[in-house]
């Protein structure tokens, strides 16, 4: 069955960077697209960026772009979100999810358990 | 970016009653929109897409309809396990992926 596993908690002081990875398994991984979603404690759900895991291309949401990398890892089906810069508005839980072909569709039928990244000094 | 406007924010209704939520799109966004449920602590799961179809597994009382920029998501029967944040997304306006601000639907 099709699976996302993602990697734990993280406390990060301003400033630093955080980076999260997303284990696929149960699916061929470079086959479909991965997007990164986050949201903020008792907030909604907020789209990230996208990466193909076939060739690496990337699509980053605007108000992220410059401090956001997304990468995958094809030898171990896994892809991984770098946050730098980190503010306290950058506390949130943050999910991987495939999206339905390897081009960015934007529907997202399986998500990974969400990692818990915490700003604070 | 396509703005989505959820209504309403938060609803309680009894088991067995007919819930509905809307979704606005600021702009014609087609039918590239999908519905998603999320429980507390829980990842959002895809149950509709393309406005109207149903993801495999999902339970017939969910529903969804509209096109352009009005949206409407539906639970017929509403059940205790219905208990969830539901969100509306669009994916008209690729590579800016959109979702509504979010209704949480509890039991009276």
């Known amino acids: 069955q099709v699976q996302l596993v993602q990697s734990g908690a993280e406390v990060k002081k301003p400033g630093a960077s955080v980076k999260v990875s997303c284990k696929a398994s149960?699916?061929?991984?470079?086959?479909?697209?991965i997007s990164w979603v986050r949201q903020a404690p008792g907030q909604g759900l907020e789209w990230m960026g996208w990466?193909?895991?076939?060739?690496?291309?990337?699509n980053y949401a605007q108000k992220l772009q410059g401090r956001v990398t997304m990468t995958t890892d094809t030898s171990t089906s896994t892809a991984y979100m770098e946050l730098r810069s980190l503010r306290s508005d950058d506390t949130a839980v943050y999910y991987c999810?495939?999206?339905?072909?390897?081009?960015?569709?934007?529907?997202?039928?399986?998500w990974g358990q969400g990692t818990l990244v915490t700003v604070s000094s | 970016d396509i703005q989505m406007t959820q209504s309403p924010s938060s609803l309680s209704a009894s088991v067995g009653d007919r819930v509905t939520i809307t979704c606005q799109a600021s702009?014609?966004?087609?039918?590239?929109l999908n519905w998603y449920q999320q429980k507390p602590g829980k990842a959002p799961k895809l149950l509709i897409y393309?406005?109207?179809n149903l993801e495999t597994g999902v339970p017939s009382r969910f529903s969804g309809s509209g096109s352009g920029t009005d949206f409407t998501f539906t639970i017929s029967s509403l059940q205790p396990e219905d208990i969830a944040t539901y969100y509306c997304?669009?994916?008209?306006?690729?590579?800016?992926?959109?979702f509504g601000g979010g209704t949480k639907v509890e039991i009276k």
């Open positions: 990466i193909s895991a076939y060739n690496g291309n990337t």
């Open positions: 149960g699916y061929t991984f470079t086959s479909y697209g």
């Open positions: 393309d406005a109207s």
């Open positions: 999810a495939r999206d339905w072909e390897q081009q960015l569709v934007g529907t997202f039928d399986y």
């Open positions: 997304q669009q994916y008209d306006n690729l590579p800016a992926v959109t």
């Open positions: 702009q014609d966004i087609s039918n590239y």
